[in-house]
C-alpha cells in the first residue's frame, strides 16, 4: 500500500508539465493518492485537464484565488464530492513582470498589494477554507524562495510576499496544530518553470548554482516533489511550521 494510499487532497499552482505543482501531484499519485486540481481560466484549463486525467483525476475546478467566492466554491464542491481531505498543495504567486526586474524601490503600491495578495494572503484563504474539511487532521504545503531570507537581486517585491507567506505558514501552524493539521513551506533553488520566465537574470541563477551549489547543480522538479510528499505524508507526523529548503545546499554557502 503506497505512503498516500486513501488519502486525497488538492492541488492549486499547476500551469503545465513543467510546474514544481505537476512533479509534486505526480510523487502523490505515484504514492496512492486522489487528487484534485484547479486552474486559473480556459487557457490553462486547456493544459490542466488533460495533465489531471492522466492522473486518474476526476475533480479539475476552476478557481480564481484572488476571489474568496471562487476558494469557498472548490471546497464546496471537494466537500459535496469527497466529505473530508488529508492535504493541499498551494503553489500560487503573482507579481508584475516589471516588478520583478526594475529596482525595488520603484514598485507601486499596486504592485506591491498585488503580489501580496495572490503570493501570501491566498494561504490564509485556502488554510481557513481546507480547515473544516480536514476532519481527521492534515497537512497543508505551500512554495517559497530564498528571496524570503536574503535580498535576491530582481526577486524583490516576490521577496517580500515570500517572507509574509514563510510567516503566515507559522501561524497558521500554529493555530492549526491543535486540529492535527501541519503547515509548512519548500523553499526550492531555482527550475525553469513558465513562472521563473518573468524573473529578471534567473538563467544566471541556474548558472551559479551548478558552480557554487553543495551538490554542484539545480534541482528538478522531482526532487521537490519527493520532499513535498514527506510533508505532505506520514513520514513527517512531527513537523509543522518549517521552511524546508530543497535547494541542493545553496542556501547555507556564500
Ligand atoms: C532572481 C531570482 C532567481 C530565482 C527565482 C526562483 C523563482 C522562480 C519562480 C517563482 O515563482 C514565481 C515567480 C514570478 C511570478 O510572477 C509572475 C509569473 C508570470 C508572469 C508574471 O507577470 N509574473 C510568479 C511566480 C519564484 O517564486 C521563484
Not at 94 to 101: G, I, M, S, T, V
Not at 131 to 136: G, V
Not at 201 to 220: I, Q
Request: charged fraction near 25%.
Amino acid at each position: 500500500m503506497g505512503l498516500m494510499a486513501g488519502k486525497r487532497g488538492i492541488i492549486f499552482g499547476v500551469a503545465n508539465d513543467k510546474s514544481i505543482a505537476w512533479g509534486i501531484a505526480q510523487q502523490l499519485r505515484a504514492a496512492g493518492a486522489t487528487l484534485a486540481f484547479t486552474y486559473l481560466n480556459e487557457a490553462l484549463e486547456k493544459r490542466v485537464r488533460p495533465l489531471a486525467e492522466s492522473l486518474d483525476s476526476e475533480l479539475v475546478l476552476p478557481c480564481d484565488l484572488s476571489k474568496d467566492e471562487d476558494i469557498e466554491a472548490v471546497f464546496k464542491k471537494v466537500g459535496e464530492q469527497w466529505g473530508d481531505i488529508d492535504f493541499v498543495v498551494h503553489a500560487v504567486a503573482f507579481a508584475n513582470r516589471e516588478d520583478l526586474k526594475n529596482p525595488f524601490s520603484q514598485t507601486s503600491r499596486e504592485g506591491f498589494t498585488l503580489a501580496m495578495d495572490i503570493s501570501a494572503y491566498t494561504l490564509v484563504a485556502v488554510s481557513r477554507a481546507a480547515a473544516p474539511l480536514m476532519k481527521d487532521g492534515g497537512s497543508i504545503v505551500t512554495m517559497t524562495y530564498l528571496g524570503a531570507q536574503r535580498a535576491v537581486p530582481n526577486y524583490n517585491v516576490m521577496g517580500v510576499a515570500k517572507a509574509a507567506l514563510e510567516a503566515s505558514t507559522r501561524y497558521l501552524a500554529a493555530e492549526l496544530g491543535e486540529q492535527g493539521i501541519r503547515v509548512n513551506a519548500i523553499s526550492a533553488g531555482p527550475i525553469k518553470t513558465l513562472a521563473a520566465s518573468a524573473v529578471g537574470k534567473f538563467k544566471e541563477k541556474l548558472k551559479v548554482m551548478d558552480e557554487r551549489a553543495p551538490l554542484r547543480r539545480t534541482v528538478t522538479q522531482d526532487e521537490v516533489g519527493k520532499s513535498a510528499l514527506y510533508l505532505l505524508s506520514d513520514l513527517s507526523s512531527g513537523v509543522t511550521g518549517e521552511t524546508h529548503f530543497v535547494d541542493a545546499g545553496f542556501n547555507f554557502v556564500v
